[in-house]
Every structure is written in structure tokens, then in C-alpha cells.
T-cell receptor, first 114, second 115 residues
Framework: AQSVTQLDSQVPVFEEAPVELRCNYS??????LFWYVQYPNQGLQLLLK??????LVKGINGFEAEFNKSQTSFHLRKPSVHISDTAEYFC????????????FGKGTMLLVSP | GAGVSQSPSNKVTEKGKDVELRCDPI?????LYWYRQRLGQGLEFLIY????????KSGLPSDRFSAERTGESVSTLTIQRTQQEDSAVYLC?????????????FGEGSRLTVL
């Protein structure tokens, strides 16, 4: 089975500052990794995903994440945040062969203030 | 429709009553998932449909929970004899891929409150 740990439940940051949201996973097999974002009163939408290839993955809205197999991490970063980035961010993992559901972390609330 | 549609968006019920939550996936999506999101928790997998069969229902928390799907269309999640711990947002997602290698498209959820 896979599991995901998001180390911070809430990350407050000022507008235009850089941010990193941490995600660590546990799995006995190779995995696919995802970040989803949930804006207030909306459904989840995919921000970016790592399936294979380059370990640095770029997503929508200027976000990127780096897959680090040795540290079993997939941290999300943005060099300069906007007020509109205020949302809940979920890291998710699935095994990369056969059928597998997505296992989600508990989420990190990113609060961007002026 | 353009996206995954869920109804009702909000449901308040009394303990012991049955509730039905509906999900209309994106047209042509063969895979459909139900997740539960309790306050302060991550998303908890409930059940997965491929077409109208459910190869994985390992996440259903008790026999009070059941789900069905008509062909590759609408799904209904039924909770019988609701309890206060059933209060949560129930999220439905669909996908066009048989394997979970890509994106799930989520609805906005049905918020269930059990008094």
C-alpha cells in the first residue's frame, strides 16, 4: 500500500514570496505522483504529475515539483506566489503498474496575504 | 456535460435516515471514483467503477454504504441509517483511462451533514 505525508497543514506566506509545500510518500513499488489544487468552494483540479522521465515537473500557474526517489519526496514550489494561489493543495500517489487508486495526503492550506 | 456534476451540493439529514448522492461523470469517461473528505482530513477512497462494474470497493467503510452505476453513466452512492460520523464532503471523479496513470476530473462534491 502507498501512503502520503504532507508535513504542513497550513503555510502562510506574503504575496510575491517563494513557497515550498512538502510531500513525502511511502511505497514498496514504483509510483506515479500528483499534486492537486482545490480553490474555495470548487472541486479538485490537477496541478501537475510525475509519471516518468525528468524529475523536475512543471505544472499550471507557475508551479513545479521535483521527484526525489532517494528521499521519497515530491515537494511543490513556486518562486513568487499571488493572492489567487490561496487554496488547499493535495499530494497524491498511485502505483505505476496495474490498477491503482490515488492515495491522497491530508492537504496543505496555502494562505497568501498582501 | 462539460464537467463532473454532483447533486445535491448540500444535504442535511437526521441521524438514521437514508441518503442518496448522485454523480454524473464526463461523457465518455469509463472510470468513476467516489472519495470522502472529512474535515481536516485527506481524501479517503471509497469505490472505483470501470463501466458498471466495481472492481474495487475496498474503501466502503461499512455495509451501510453502497454504490451503483448505470453503464458508463450516472452513479449513485447510498448511505443507509446515517450516523454523525458520515458527515463529510463526498467527491466523485471520472477518468477516461483504464489505468490510473493520469488525471482524475473531480466534481465539486456533495456536502453531507448528519444531525
Amino acid at each position: 500500500a502507498q501512503s502520503v505525508t504532507q508535513l504542513d497543514s497550513q503555510v502562510p506566506v506574503f504575496e510575491e514570496a517563494p513557497v515550498e509545500l512538502r510531500c513525502n510518500y511511502s511505497s514498496s513499488v514504483s509510483v506515479y505522483l500528483f499534486w492537486y489544487v482545490q480553490y474555495p468552494n470548487q472541486g479538485l483540479q490537477l496541478l501537475l504529475k510525475y509519471l516518468s522521465g525528468s524529475t523536475l515537473v512543471k505544472g499550471i500557474n507557475g508551479f513545479e515539483a521535483e521527484f526525489n526517489k532517494s528521499q521519497t519526496s515530491f515537494h511543490l514550489r513556486k518562486p513568487s506566489v499571488h493572492i489567487s494561489d490561496t487554496a488547499e493543495y493535495f499530494c497524491a500517489v498511485s502505483k505505476n503498474s496495474g490498477y491503482s487508486t490515488l492515495t491522497f495526503g491530508k492537504g496543505t492550506m496555502l494562505l497568501v496575504s498582501p | 456535460g462539460a464537467g463532473v456534476s454532483q447533486s445535491p451540493s448540500n444535504k442535511v439529514t437526521e441521524k438514521g435516515k437514508d441518503v442518496e448522492l448522485r454523480c454524473d461523470p464526463i461523457s465518455g469517461h469509463t472510470a468513476l471514483y467516489w472519495y470522502r473528505q472529512r474535515l481536516g482530513q485527506g481524501l479517503e477512497f471509497l469505490i472505483y467503477f470501470q463501466g458498471n462494474s466495481a472492481p474495487d470497493k475496498s474503501g466502503l467503510p461499512s455495509d451501510r454504504f453502497s454504490a451503483e452505476r448505470t453503464g458508463e453513466s450516472v452513479s449513485t452512492l447510498t448511505i443507509q441509517r446515517t450516523q454523525q460520523e458520515d458527515s463529510a464532503v463526498y467527491l466523485c471523479a471520472s477518468s477516461s483511462r483504464r489505468k490510473n496513470t493520469g488525471e482524475l476530473f473531480f466534481g465539486e462534491g456533495s456536502r453531507l451533514t448528519v444531525l
